[in-house]
């Protein structure tokens, strides 16, 4: 794991162009994690606009953004463990690719959830593999050759020599994710679902971190339990204010429900498809675009009330 | 929703119209099937559940025959105390107020795999005899006809939940088949026979339209326990793509009682976010 570092790190502050341009680069294996909440979707439409080639998106639950990413023509091949479009229906895209090879296949890694979490663990720790008590009796294995039995150099319960199921590591060139805030030099606080974050970001070589906002050094430092990732795992922090749409970002702004379900309708007519993302991605010069032509109105219909935390005691010495 | 479950959203299909005294208008299929899967829970503690039918079920069987029942949903919340009925597994609602809020590693490593759950809720486009499951594709895995969304948690909810519930809008013998396309989410009995022994006994409860099916453990089949009133139990078998097996003495399921049907209409979903 190496990382960008500058003596003050204000130089990992940078726009999300310059981050994709820096660090996502075609043929990549890149991470883009957030369970439900917190999802990077500008990040992935960013990727979009650069018109990235061939790369291997590695994701648990592969949702609207990545259909988007393959309809872009970005990926080649998908490592997930989920691939729908929450629970309101499907994904177009990827349906036509996996069912028609229309226009063009996509080779796809299909896992559980655990087993992709493991790959996580086992990528963030350097580990050659990483057992699970899953896929016993499953077809899985059969199509994914990487989900493999070893035998437990230990006794299992009864004595006997245990079979268990191992999978390998995942190591992406780069993980980005999207968090409520950071300070200048990358600690991210993330609070509400974390999801596999962390490990998506310890798993990989590079780091990008996308926040609602960036906060002094001190807001951070009146609460360090709530840094998820610290400074020296994040190679560049991206400021982009609601930058999760259509997912949540817990306090700042709800979900869009209504798009997820309407995504459904515009991912099924491949025109349509191309319709939206010639308007909302290729015809916005970046997310600050994107949102604003969304509208104040819109965006007032996500807004969130307050519901405050009780502050905690760190305590200081007298 | 990323553990699949049945979809709220699907038509109901021939929903048995119930008298209610006291409630107007007909039971529909999602208040059946969650009454039904209610009063399963009886006396569990722990229930691992996705967004829509779980949903309803869990929350009326905490009003009455589950008081202490806690959710644990795949988003990695436990016990929640949503303002608003939730309309996904990670709904901002479900998050404030909540008792804890576990990262992934720590809900699949430690709680699910840890033997923490008593009730895992799952939904399949297809189910055999043994309560195995398929929710990856119909057809052939590298060219499928239909591409499903696949696992998402179901592999871990079945080999580490005590017991398995699985509630299936259509029952039909292409979803109650004699061989799965696919087995993405095995049961004890495949997982044995390939020498690996899993925490749980795998499905115990299938609740249909038309009734309910049961297994007590490794080793059995899924057998028809219970019709709901009007149905034969030859329909069933008729709707079951392979020879079901029948118990010695099949039950009627008793309709949902206006007390039941009341707290699902009133108290847990009155804005009919899943009783569509």
Request: proline letters at 7%.
């Amino acid at each position: 794991m190496e990382r960008t570092d500058t003596a003050d790190g204000a130089g990992k502050v940078m726009s999300m162009r310059e981050a994709v341009a820096t660090f996502v680069h075609d043929g990549a294996t890149v991470s883009l994690e957030g369970f439900t909440h917190l999802i990077p979707t500008a990040a992935g439409h960013e990727i979009i606009r650069q018109g990235r080639r061939d790369l291997t998106v590695v994701r648990m639950t592969a949702d609207i953004v990545v259909d988007q990413m393959i309809a872009a023509g970005c990926v080649s091949r998908l490592v997930s463990s989920f691939v729908g479009n929450s629970s309101a229906g499907s994904l177009g895209e990827l349906r036509r690719r996996i069912e028609r090879a229309d226009p063009v296949p996509l080779a796809f890694e299909e896992y559980s959830h655990y087993g992709m979490i493991c790959r996580y663990l086992a990528g963030s720790q350097r580990l050659p593999f990483y057992p699970l008590r899953s896929y016993g009796g499953s077809d899985l294995p059969a199509v994914n050759s990487d989900l493999r039995k070893v035998t437990s150099p230990y006794p299992g319960p009864d004595g006997e020599p245990e079979q268990i199921y191992v999978v390998p590591p995942v190591n992406p060139d780069v993980t980005i994710i999207h968090a409520q805030r950071a300070d200048r030099r990358g600690n991210t606080q993330i609070w509400g679902l974390t999801g596999i974050q962390a490990e998506a970001v310890y798993a990989a070589d590079k780091a990008i971190v996308v926040v609602e906002e960036l906060v002094g050094d001190e807001v951070v430092r009146s609460d360090p339990n709530r840094t998820l990732v610290p400074a020296h795992a994040v190679d560049a922090v991206v400021v982009c204010p609601r930058g999760a749409h259509p997912s949540f970002a817990q306090g700042y702004y709800d979900r869009d429900n209504a798009f997820y379900r309407a995504w459904s309708h515009i991912s099924k007519d491949p025109e349509r498809l191309r319709e939206w993302l010639a308007r909302w991605v290729y015809g916005t010069a970046d997310h600050a675009e994107y949102t604003a032509r969304l509208g104040e109105e819109f965006w007032a219909g996500l807004a969130v009330g307050e519901a405050l935390s009780e502050p905690v005691n760190y305590g200081r010495r007298l | 929703m990323t553990t699949p479950t049945a979809d709220p959203s699907a038509p109901a299909a021939a929903a048995p119209l119930t008298d209610a005294p006291g409630v107007t208008g007909p039971v529909t299929s999602s208040e059946l099937l969650s009454v039904v899967a209610s009063r399963e829970l009886a006396s569990r503690r722990t229930v691992f559940a996705g967004i829509g039918l779980p949903t309803l079920a869990t929350e009326l069987a905490h009003l009455t025959v589950a008081p202490r029942i806690e959710v644990v949903y795949e988003s990695g919340v436990c016990g929640a105390h949503p303002s608003h009925l939730p309309e996904t597994i990670a709904d901002a609602v479900l998050i404030s107020g909540a008792e804890a809020v576990l990262s992934m590693p720590a809900l699949f490593g430690c709680v699910l795999q840890g033997g923490h759950i008593d009730v895992g809720f799952l939904g399949a486009a297809q189910i055999d005899r043994w309560g195995n499951l398929n929710t990856s594709v119909i057809g052939e895995w590298e060219s499928p006809s239909v591409r499903l969304p696949g696992s998402g948690g179901g592999v871990e909810v079945m080999a580490n939940s005590r017991e398995v519930f699985v509630v299936m809008r259509r029952h039909d013998p292409r979803s109650f088949t004699g061989t799965l396309d696919f087995c993405t989410t095995p049961g004890p009995d495949r997982a044995l026979a390939e020498g690996i022994r899993p925490l749980g006994i795998g499905v115990t409860r299938v609740i249909t339209e038309l009734g309910i099916l049961a297994r007590e453990g490794v080793g059995e089949e899924l057998r028809l326990v219970a019709v709901h009133p009007g149905v034969t139990v030859e329909q069933v078998r008729a709707a079951t793509g392979w020879d079901l097996k029948v118990a010695d003495a099949v039950g009627t399921v008793p309709p949902p009682t206006a007390a039941e049907l009341r707290l699902l209409r009133e108290d847990v979903d009155p804005d009919r976010v899943y009783l569509r």
